[in-house]
């Protein structure tokens, strides 16, 4: 675009953030302070998540943008739109053929690989921050893995409903050293973040935060020996593709409770139902 | 059978060009001119401008008018284009005390040198509609009088000679920029009066307040205010010496605030101190009370109240942060509420399970 730099931030803007970077990789789950510019998009938009991409971006990469799982959300499309105007990269929809994956609140159902990025954006860095507000505080804590205030809260949930009542930004410990927020993404995904093959970047723009998950980490799930760290998800298949092993949006179609159960992950449902598979919604819909 | 709902590049494109109408109005009326905005909305031109951090009439005028005189937007336009202006250089300290001063009082003195200046004020104006506003009517001319060459020493400086007012704080090197190092703390004095100057008007104003009702109050009196054109100065390495690169209208103000002293170190008045870009007196007289109160530690007073915490002052006196993250709640949220919603139905059944085993047991 004209007047603008590559990727819109200018080099050694960029060259700060990949520092930042460096350093995140290097303390796998580390929140690591950086001079977060104010982007063109309203914080908590993505602002984090852009410039992350923007320092990572270069002109072979493919982009792909995802939004609550689906590529076609407004907020993705407007974000895939501001690389494409600034950058003029190739986007995808496809998780496969993406080498950078910008989400927000989702970790695609398809295995990442080896030579992709996926960068998440972070509304709230700070895992502690509903247990301790000032962030001198909780940055003390870190230095010291002093994390027994989270698991007091775990074991309160516990006590008082009988299981842990977190079900999503379910937080992690990180190489087992740093308590780390995976992103408002369900616990659902926390598994597929354990040695993931790709690398994983996480921008928090108006928190001015960093932090990193180099490839093949180990990410645990907080939990106790009695009451070990479970997923959930709707128990139905996907009405579209019948996917009975992904996570699902619940789609109101009437208003006397009818519901739709269909993937949240758009391009892995497209997918699946290229491939022939179909749901009961599907089926229905061609006999009709 | 259902459609997923399309956000789209369509339905986008669509909602824009909406926007680009209704900022427009009725075409039949004459379209604002941007010297219309900067002239006759000044006050507005320089709250963006302000909370912006951004001195240019003309482009805040334009964020205005493009915001449909929505201000933390004009803000939020003027704070995106200031990130992508290359840094060729960074002004010396303007000088207050030189002011060509279109406005100064002062609450502690009755009179004092260079004297009380009413200049174009609110203050005693009584509120009632103008109608003839309404009707193009044309203002009275100003009377008008000859500049002199009086010398307006700022209220400290006079003070301070007989030592009743702390000194400004000492040269600690190169001030700080949030805007391009993230906040750390203990924030710096610096810092912190940054973030005061590019904060939200309302927010600061409020927490002001709240000092005057007992929340950390510190006994303020408005040792003085003054507005008017400072200039700015830069001084070149390869030149050596300063050069004038234009006139700012600033408004300044110096609180007086209560003394400090013990039987060995002599009383003395302490200061909170408000400098804000264009004319806007709320705003300097609430940063200069907040300012004062967030210095509560170092003067070794208790941290009780929310304006003298410096963390919860600093951390969300900005609106373009604050209304990003709160208005961020409509974006899309249904994946982390349909994990909710499990969570929710599966502790419901879990209830029940066991109200049935209670009956079954019974």
Redesign the interface.
């Given at each position: 675009m004209n007047g603008?730099n590559f990727a819109y931030l200018?080099e050694q803007t960029k060259r700060m953030i990949r520092r930042a970077l460096l350093k995140a990789v290097a303390i796998p789950g580390h929140q690591v302070?950086?001079?977060?510019?104010?982007?063109?998009l309203?914080?908590?938009?993505g602002?984090g998540g852009i410039q992350v991409t923007a320092s990572v971006l270069g002109q072979d990469d493919v982009l792909k943008v995802i939004?609550?799982?689906?590529d076609?959300?407004?907020?993705?499309?407007?974000i895939r739109?501001f690389f494409a105007r600034t950058a003029g990269v190739r986007t995808t929809t496809h998780t496969s053929e993406a080498t950078v994956i910008q989400t927000?609140?989702?970790i695609p159902e398809a295995k990442l690989r080896e030579d992709q990025i996926i960068v998440y954006q972070v509304?709230q860095p700070e895992p502690l921050y509903r247990l301790e507000s000032?962030?001198?505080e909780t940055r003390r804590m870190h230095g010291l893995a002093d994390y027994g205030l989270m698991h007091v809260k775990l074991y309160e949930d516990i006590a008082r409903?009988?299981?842990i009542?977190i079900?999503?930004?379910y937080p992690v410990m990180v190489n087992q050293r740093y308590l780390m927020s995976p992103s408002?993404?369900?616990?659902?995904d926390n598994p597929k973040m354990h040695m993931m093959p790709a690398l994983q970047l996480f921008g928090a723009g108006?928190e001015?935060?960093i932090y990193a998950i180099p490839p093949y980490t180990g990410v645990r799930s907080l939990d106790f020996d009695d009451h070990p760290f479970r997923t959930?998800?709707?128990p139905h298949a996907c009405?579209l593709c019948g996917a009975d092993d992904v996570?699902?949006?619940?789609?109101v179609?009437d208003d006397r409770g009818g519901r739709?159960y269909?993937c949240?992950d758009?391009d892995h449902c497209a997918e699946r139902r290229d491939a022939g598979h179909a749901g009961t919604?599907?089926m229905?819909?061609t006999a009709? | 059978?259902?459609v997923?709902v399309?956000?789209?590049?369509q339905?986008?494109d669509a909602a824009h060009t909406w926007l680009a109408e209704a900022r427009r109005g009725d075409p039949a009326v004459p379209e604002l001119s941007l010297a219309q905005v900067e002239q006759q909305l000044g006050r507005a031109v320089d709250r963006a401008m302000g909370e912006g951090s951004l001195y240019d009439r003309e482009l805040a005028a334009l964020a205005v008018k493009q915001a449909q005189g929505d201000l933390i937007e004009a803000a939020?336009l003027l704070?995106?284009y200031?990130?992508?202006l290359p840094r060729f250089a960074y002004s010396l300290p303007v000088d207050t005390a030189a002011m060509l001063a279109r406005r100064r009082i002062s609450a502690v003195f009755k009179d004092l040198p260079g004297g009380q200046l009413l200049g174009p004020t609110y203050d005693y104006t009584h509120r009632l509609l103008d109608f003839t506003l309404a009707a193009d009517g044309a203002p009275r001319p100003a009377p008008r009088a000859e500049p002199d060459d009086v010398v307006m020493p700022r209220v400290p400086d006079i003070l301070g000679h007989e030592g009743l007012l702390e000194k400004d704080g000492g040269d600690e090197g190169e001030p700080g920029d949030l805007?391009?190092?993230?906040?750390?703390?203990?924030a710096p004095r610096d810092v912190r009066l940054q973030a005061l100057a590019r904060g939200d008007e309302g927010f600061l104003l409020a927490l002001g307040y709240s000092t005057q009702r007992g929340y950390g109050g510190s006994h303020p009196f408005a040792g003085e205010i003054r507005m008017g054109e400072v200039s700015v100065e830069i001084e070149p390495p390869e030149l050596g010496f300063a050069i004038d690169i234009g006139d700012i209208v600033l408004t300044e103000c110096q609180m007086v605030n209560q003394f400090k002293g013990s039987k060995k170190t002599p009383a003395q008045f302490t200061r909170g101190y408000g400098l804000v870009f264009g004319h806007s007196e709320r705003k300097a007289m609430a940063m200069a009370l907040v300012d004062r109160s967030m210095r509560a530690e170092e003067l070794g007073e208790d941290v009780t109240a929310p304006a003298q915490n410096v963390?919860f002052v600093v951390?969300h006196s900005d609106n373009?942060?604050a209304?990003?993250?709160?208005?961020?709640l409509k974006?899309?949220?249904?994946?982390?509420f349909?994990?909710?919603?499990?969570?929710v139905r599966?502790?419901r059944r879990?209830v029940a399970r066991q109200a049935e085993h209670a009956e079954a047991a019974e």
């Open positions: 603008y200018d302070p950086f001079g977060s510019r104010e982007m063109p309203p914080y908590g938009w602002t939004d609550q799982g689906a076609d959300t407004t907020n993705a499309v407007s739109r927000r609140h989702r509304p000032s962030r001198a409903y009988g299981q009542s079900s999503y930004d408002p993404i369900p616990a659902f108006r001015k935060r959930l998800r709707a009405g996570y699902l949006d619940e789609v179609t739709l269909v949240s758009t919604a599907a229905q819909d009709e | 059978m259902y997923t399309k956000g789209g590049e339905a986008i939020f704070r995106a200031r990130t992508t805007t391009r190092e993230p906040l750390r703390f203990p963390e951390y373009i942060e209304t990003g993250f709160v208005e961020h974006l899309p949220h249904y994946v982390d349909q994990s909710e919603l499990e969570n599966r502790m879990e």
